[in-house]
Structures are given as C-alpha cells and as structure tokens.
C-alpha cells in the first residue's frame, strides 16, 4: 500500500511564490506516475502537472514557465516537490498529490490505480 501526504502552501501573494512537498511512502517501483492536481470552488479538479518514473515534468499550459515540478525516488519513499512562482489569485485552490500505482511491466492507460492525498488549501492574496 501508499501513503500520500502533502505539505507546504498556505497564505501567499499575487507575484511571490510558494513550495509544496508529497511524500509518497510504499513500494516504489509501483509508483509509475506522480502528479499535482488543484481544485478551486466551484470547479472541477484539474492537472497541475505530472512526471512518469523515468521520465520529464509535464505541465498544463497555464502554469508552464512559472511552476515547476521535481521528482525523488528513495528506497521507500518518493517525493514530489511544486515549486510555484509568479503566482495568481486565481490559483487560489486546494492543491492534491496522485499516485497512479502501477506494479505491472506494461503500463497503458487505466491499468493503473489513483492514489489521492488528502489536500493542501493554498490561498493566494492580491
């Protein structure tokens, strides 16, 4: 099993910047793609950006140039770090770390499992 918890976030403002931390402890070789998503009032969860195991961040286009996302893999954990830069009001939202949890050789699409942290609320003032 995985253990998904993020930290960081808070109060920042329009222009500054803010960090999120996910730790996300189990098997690691099962943890084939790790992602940030945010969820505003009102609205639908969507994707921050993501990195598959081996691979390069991904971004939405709203985001790219000013967020960027890194990756650790450990024994038995891996990290997913978010740095957020130049931020907007508008990207006040309650930020959430996924897992998708694949332990097969093959990965396509839907094989694998969502794992959700609990959520970040992260407010950004003007």
């Known amino acids: 099993q995985v253990q998904v918890v993020e930290s960081g976030g808070g109060l920042g403002q329009a222009g500054g910047s803010l960090r999120l931390s996910c730790v996300a402890s189990?098997?690691?070789?099962?943890?084939?793609?790790m992602g940030w998503f945010r969820q505003s009032p009102g609205k639908e969860r969507e994707l921050v950006g993501h990195?598959?195991?081996?691979?390069?961040?991904?971004?939405t286009d709203s985001v790219k140039g000013r967020f960027t996302i890194s990756r650790e893999s450990g024994d038995d954990k891996n990290t997913l770090d978010l740095q957020m830069n130049n931020l907007k009001v508008e990207e006040t939202a309650v930020y959430f770390c996924?897992?998708?949890?694949?332990?097969?050789?093959?990965?396509?699409?839907?094989?694998?499992?969502?794992?959700w942290g609990k959520g970040i609320p992260v407010t950004v003032a003007s």
């Open positions: 996924q897992v998708v949890w694949f332990c097969g050789v093959v990965y396509s699409s839907g094989s694998g499992a969502d794992i």
């Open positions: 189990g098997v690691t070789r099962c943890m084939y793609d």
């Open positions: 990195i598959v195991r081996g691979g390069s961040a991904v971004y």
